[in-house]
């Protein structure tokens, strides 16, 4: 009966179309006209809302030229750019990406690739994400990662309301330190709104979250605990170790964010009990753009069915042979919607491929001598500006990772501003400090930084 019923639609469908070839194309005037007449409106217009200020009016106003006229005005549009060299970080950062990372991933095969979802047309692609996700568990310590997040705000916020999803622990407060960024935290409120869960601040203290004070915040109520290494500031946390034993005495998760370059060095998140770990895998195979980024979500294998995003898994095919497919697709496109995890559709594949190339690139060895460099340089530039009087650096007594803050005894403002002048862009944190990152794509400015500043503190 119902195949019958929906035969009569399609035939009722095609015998008011007669104008076309398909009930499935655009509307002639006697549909739109009908359509109209049932919401209760006479024209268009009257369903959009847009101001006059913004309406097309039929042309752009906008002059044409040739090619090559174009590329030369945005050339002498640019030049008008301040040349500075940036020692800005704070999640955006510059590591000197190599010339295979754009060539294999300019590949026609995978520019031109969406979501893969034939696994008999998409075996490079699903390999590649495949090794990406394998990348992340073996730099993280964890069992199991998702092939990437959107980037590692969306992941700190994924990773809260998984917490809630899994109920280990009875709580509904997410513990957060004061460093997190405030860009941050204002997209992990935007996922926990309209939730039971709220958000607490947890004070630290030299930049770093002391176990004491943890143990002081921690009671029945706290579902989540969120701890950066390194931290927004740069400092490499030195109490991992007790906050990982403090929580798995607790109920609370452990959840920890990092990038994939300071993972190949610092303590593995596996190993001291994280339950989850979030952050950045846009620092290999991406240039510092500034906004498009990549995040990685990797935790335990007992919340394998909760996580966000696509997974994709290995098999083997009717021959023998090792396959692979998404597997466990919790997107609500795929199951039911109230079973879905997340609504959260693009994987970044595309800049997983970049990431994973570069990693491969570099290898084992050279991922630990990058991030050894990430050591090495910021300790050497604040030990020289600190000879400089008027400046204090590093403010926090730790060991960094790219980035370091300075205290300066000058308005902080005026220090910035003046240090553009002199060719350098840093961040400005406060009155009283300022922030700088120093990588191997800075590093040969780092002499003319120093002087620079002597010059600005005089």
């Given at each position: 009966?119902?195949?019958?019923?929906?035969?009569?639609?399609?035939?009722?469908?095609?015998?008011?179309?007669?104008?076309?070839?398909?009930?499935?194309?655009?509307?002639?005037?006697?549909?739109?006209?009908?359509?109209?007449?049932?919401?209760?409106?006479?024209?268009?217009?009257?369903?959009?809302?847009?101001?006059?200020?913004?309406?097309?009016?039929?042309?752009?106003?906008?002059?044409?030229?040739?090619?090559?006229?174009?590329?030369?005005?945005?050339?002498?549009?640019?030049?008008?750019?301040?040349?500075?060299t940036?020692?800005?970080?704070?999640?955006?950062?510059?590591?000197?990406?190599?010339?295979?990372?754009?060539?294999?991933?300019?590949?026609?095969?995978?520019?031109?690739?969406?979501?893969?979802?034939?696994?008999?047309?998409?075996?490079?692609?699903?390999?590649?994400?495949?090794?990406?996700?394998?990348?992340?568990?073996?730099?993280?310590?964890?069992?199991?990662?998702?092939?990437?997040?959107?980037?590692?705000?969306?992941?700190?916020?994924?990773?809260?309301?998984?917490?809630?999803?899994?109920?280990?622990?009875?709580?509904?407060?997410?513990?957060?330190?004061?460093?997190?960024?405030?860009?941050?935290?204002?997209?992990?409120?935007?996922?926990?709104?309209?939730?039971?869960?709220?958000?607490?601040?947890?004070?630290?203290?030299?930049?770093?979250?002391?176990p004491?004070?943890?143990?002081?915040?921690?009671?029945?109520?706290?579902?989540?605990?969120?701890?950066?290494?390194?931290?927004?500031?740069?400092?490499?946390?030195?109490h991992?170790?007790?906050?990982?034993?403090?929580?798995?005495?607790?109920?609370?998760?452990?959840?920890?964010?990092?990038?994939l370059?300071?993972?190949?060095?610092?303590?593995?998140?596996?190993?001291?009990?994280?339950?989850?770990?979030?952050?950045?895998?846009?620092?290999?195979?991406?240039?510092?753009?500034?906004?498009?980024?990549?995040?990685?979500?990797?935790?335990?294998?007992?919340?394998?069915?909760?996580?966000?995003?696509?997974?994709v898994?290995?098999?083997?095919?009717?021959?023998?042979?090792?396959?692979?497919?998404?597997?466990?697709?919790?997107?609500?496109?795929?199951?039911?919607?109230?079973?879905?995890?997340?609504?959260?559709?693009?994987?970044q594949?595309?800049?997983?491929?970049?990431?994973?190339?570069?990693?491969?690139?570099?290898?084992?060895?050279?991922?630990?001598?990058?991030?050894?460099?990430?050591?090495?340089?910021?300790?050497?530039?604040?030990?020289?500006?600190?000879?400089?009087?008027?400046?204090?650096?590093?403010?926090?007594d730790?060991?960094?990772?790219r980035?370091?803050?300075?205290?300066?005894?000058?308005?902080?403002?005026?220090?910035?501003?003046?240090?553009?002048?002199?060719?350098?862009?840093?961040h400005?944190?406060?009155?009283?400090?300022?922030?700088?990152?120093?990588?191997?794509?800075?590093?040969?400015?780092?002499?003319?930084?120093?002087?620079?500043?002597?010059?600005?503190?005089e």
């Amino acid at each position: 009966m119902q195949d019958s019923l929906e035969s009569r639609d399609i035939q009722s469908t095609h015998s008011s179309s007669d104008n076309h070839e398909s009930p499935f194309t655009p509307h002639d005037e006697d549909d739109i006209s009908r359509m109209l007449t049932a919401i209760g409106v006479t024209d268009i217009e009257e369903l959009f809302d847009i101001p006059s200020s913004v309406r097309f009016e039929g042309e752009f106003g906008i002059e044409g030229l040739s090619e090559q006229a174009v590329k030369q005005r945005l050339q002498r549009i640019l030049g008008n750019n301040a040349d500075v060299t940036e020692f800005l970080g704070r999640g955006h950062y510059s590591h000197y990406v190599p010339s295979v990372v754009d060539h294999l991933s300019l590949r026609s095969e995978f520019i031109t690739s969406y979501t893969q979802y034939q696994p008999e047309v998409s075996q490079g692609f699903l390999q590649v994400l495949f090794e990406f996700q394998s990348l992340v568990t073996e730099l993280t310590g964890m069992d199991v990662a998702n092939c990437s997040m959107y980037d590692a705000a969306t992941a700190l916020g994924e990773a809260a309301t998984l917490a809630d999803r899994v109920r280990d622990a009875d709580g509904s407060t997410i513990l957060v330190p004061d460093y997190l960024r405030s860009e941050r935290r204002d997209v992990l409120e935007n996922y926990t709104a309209g939730s039971e869960l709220s958000i607490r601040e947890l004070p630290t203290e030299g930049g770093m979250v002391r176990p004491g004070t943890l143990r002081s915040y921690l009671d029945d109520d706290t579902l989540l605990v969120y701890v950066e290494n390194p931290t927004s500031e740069g400092v490499i946390e030195e109490h991992l170790t007790e906050i990982g034993s403090i929580l798995d005495g607790e109920d609370s998760l452990l959840c920890i964010g990092s990038d994939l370059v300071a993972l190949s060095l610092l303590q593995s998140p596996g190993q001291i009990g994280a339950d989850i770990v979030v952050g950045s895998a846009g620092t290999l195979g991406l240039p510092s753009v500034y906004g498009m980024g990549i995040g990685i979500f990797a935790c335990r294998d007992d919340f394998l069915r909760q996580m966000p995003g696509r997974l994709v898994g290995a098999s083997r095919d009717s021959a023998g042979d090792r396959a692979y497919t998404l597997t466990l697709q919790t997107r609500e496109q795929h199951i039911r919607r109230e079973r879905a995890t997340s609504n959260i559709c693009s994987n970044q594949a595309w800049v997983a491929l970049r990431s994973a190339i570069h990693a491969t690139c570099l290898g084992p060895d050279g991922l630990a001598s990058l991030a050894d460099e990430c050591t090495r340089l910021p300790a050497r530039v604040a030990s020289e500006l600190d000879q400089i009087e008027g400046i204090s650096a590093p403010v926090n007594d730790a060991y960094h990772f790219r980035e370091f803050t300075a205290a300066i005894e000058d308005d902080a403002t005026d220090v910035v501003s003046n240090m553009v002048e002199e060719g350098f862009a840093i961040h400005e944190l406060d009155e009283e400090t300022v922030q700088i990152c120093v990588t191997e794509t800075n590093e040969h400015r780092t002499d003319d930084l120093i002087e620079g500043f002597r010059e600005v503190m005089e």
